[in-house]
T-cell receptor
Framework: DAKTTQPPSMDCAEGRAANLPCNHSTISGNEYVYWYRQIHSQGPQYIIHGLKNNETNEMASLIITEDRKSSTLILPHATLRDTAVYYCIVRVAVKGGANSKLTFGKGITLSVRP | DAGVIQSPRHEVTEMGQEVTLRCKPISGHDYLFWYRQTMMRGLELLIYFNNNVPIDDSGMPEDRFSAKMPNASFSTLKIQPSEPRDSAVYFC?????????FGQGTRLTVV
């Protein structure tokens, strides 16, 4: 699986958008970009994933650059409960999106301040 | 569904003892993952199964660790003998294909 690079930490004000960057310059054509987050003491939680088109769900939006070498996770209105470690993962799609290894890096710690 | 259920939530054991961690995946999910998390090493994938068959165990640190999945609704991770450096939070996750669902973890302390 391709490696990802994320800054170690960032913060944002409550109610503002949080834009979390991720570089994945060696991503292959059959690899998806996934985002998970881990709130303190809990298991990681799936947020969103995409291949090349931008994606949006009830939690967040995922913007993938045209060359697919980087992406941004956007939390449109961050709350204190969004304080967590966010992991960007690239992962081979096997047989129409089925699983392969799901490997976590260090992630980015997002601190939402009041 | 109750989600992925792990037991026990906390385990304290003495060095040299056998430890067994348990996981009940979400019904219908055919992938199961075991992870270990420490401050130093982060979240490490130990092993994963597809349809009860181990697919990749390259993350298992040494022969003291073993994992089994005797049926679709149950998996165990065993450490024998346990050592203080095995102290960590162990997570189990299951997946139907795209997203993985994690349990609350088992915090293991080996003294």
């Amino acid at each position: 699986d391709a490696k990802t690079t994320q800054p170690p930490s960032m913060d944002c004000a409550e109610g503002r958008a949080a834009n979390l960057p991720c570089n994945h310059s060696t991503i292959s054509g059959n690899e998806y970009v996934y985002w998970y987050r881990q709130i303190h003491s809990q298991g990681p939680q799936y947020i969103i994933h995409g291949l090349k088109n931008n994606e949006t769900n009830e939690m967040a939006s995922l913007i993938i650059t045209e060359d697919r070498k980087s992406s941004t996770l956007i939390l449109p209105h961050a709350t204190l409960r969004d304080t967590a470690v966010y992991y960007c993962i690239v992962r081979v799609a096997v047989k129409g999106g089925a699983n392969s290894k799901l490997t976590f890096g260090k992630g980015i710690t997002l601190s939402v301040r009041p | 569904d109750a989600g992925v259920i792990q037991s026990p939530r906390h385990e304290v054991t003495e060095m040299g003892q056998e430890v067994t961690l348990r996981c009940k995946p979400i019904s219908g999910h055919d992938y199961l993952f075991w992870y270990r998390q420490t401050m130093m090493r982060g979240l490490e994938l130990l092993i994963y199964f597809n349809n009860n068959v181990p697919i990749d165990d390259s993350g298992m640190p040494e022969d003291r660790f073993s994992a089994k999945m005797p049926n679709a609704s149950f998996s165990t991770l065993k450490i024998q003998p346990s050592e203080p450096r095995d102290s960590a939070v162990y997570f189990c996750a299951s997946s139907p294909g795209v997203q993985a669902f994690f349990g609350q973890g088992t915090r293991l302390t080996v003294v």
